[in-house]
């Protein structure tokens, strides 16, 4: 089983539609949350950054955590086409230096 | 700010080859960590160099090494290639500072394709 579960999708919205997005993990020594974004022949671009449950908003952007039910999501509103990437998240704990572990990766298209 | 570099962005070897990529991070970071990313498994971890110091490895054979130079580029090689082998090599550095958030900000990747 991997320590990180994310649906891969792909997911198909219409422009202005919420979007949510999710993973679970199994490991409950993770204690940083990351969703990064990662646009077709580029590099993973860091979207939100949280350590502890509850909710971060930045935008259009939220990232909750729950750490009770190890599961974290990442929501969209107003979703555009430029939206459209494929959206990962990533996870750490205090003594993993800078290593991730990553979902698998979830395919997003907003079409307008 | 420069971001992260990483050349060449795109490789194409044979079997058997080895290969040498590189990677400059953000000026001012110190720890720089190497992604395998493939279609079936996803990103995965190869190792992360601090301070010229190898602090964290992966579950990868001994083929894929890295280095981590005084001005904090990094190098990773492969050897004996394998067709497995052809990925997307991302590069990802971080200031790794005790009380700072440690983001991690990637490269464009370098794309080995092994045939």
């Known amino acids: 089983q991997k320590e990180v579960e994310q649906d891969p999708g792909p997911l198909s919205v219409p422009e202005g539609a919420i979007v949510s997005l999710n993973c679970t993990y199994s490991?409950?020594?993770?204690?940083?949350f990351m969703w990064y974004r990662q646009y077709s022949r580029k590099g993973p671009e860091l979207l939100m950054y949280?350590?502890?449950?509850g909710n971060k908003e930045d935008g259009r952007f939220t990232a909750q955590v729950d750490k009770s039910s190890k599961y974290i999501s990442l929501f969209i509103r107003d979703s555009q086409p430029s939206d459209s990437a494929t959206y990962l998240c990533?996870?750490?704990?205090?003594?993993?230096?800078?290593?991730?572990?990553f979902g698998e990766g979830t395919q997003l298209t907003v079409n307008p | 700010k420069a971001g992260v570099t990483q050349t060449p962005r795109y490789l194409i070897k044979t079997r058997g080859q080895q290969v040498t990529l590189s990677c400059s991070p953000i000026?001012?970071?110190?720890?720089v960590s190497w992604y395998q990313q493939t279609p079936g498994q996803g990103l995965q971890f190869l190792f992360e160099?601090?301070?010229?110091?190898?602090?964290n490895k992966g579950n990868f054979p001994g083929r894929f090494s890295g280095r981590q130079f005084s001005n904090s580029r990094s190098e990773m090689n492969v050897s004996t290639l394998e067709l497995g082998d052809s990925a997307l090599y991302l590069c990802?550095?971080?200031?790794?500072?005790?009380?700072?958030?440690?983001?991690?900000?990637f490269g464009p990747g370098t794309r080995l394709t092994v045939l």
């Open positions: 490991n409950s020594a993770f204690q940083y």
């Open positions: 160099y601090f301070s010229e110091t190898q602090r």
């Open positions: 990802a550095s971080s200031s790794s500072l005790a009380g700072v958030r440690n983001e991690q900000f």
């Open positions: 949280t350590y502890s449950s």
């Open positions: 000026s001012g970071h110190r720890s």
């Open positions: 990533a996870m750490s704990y205090s003594t993993s230096g800078s290593r991730l572990t």
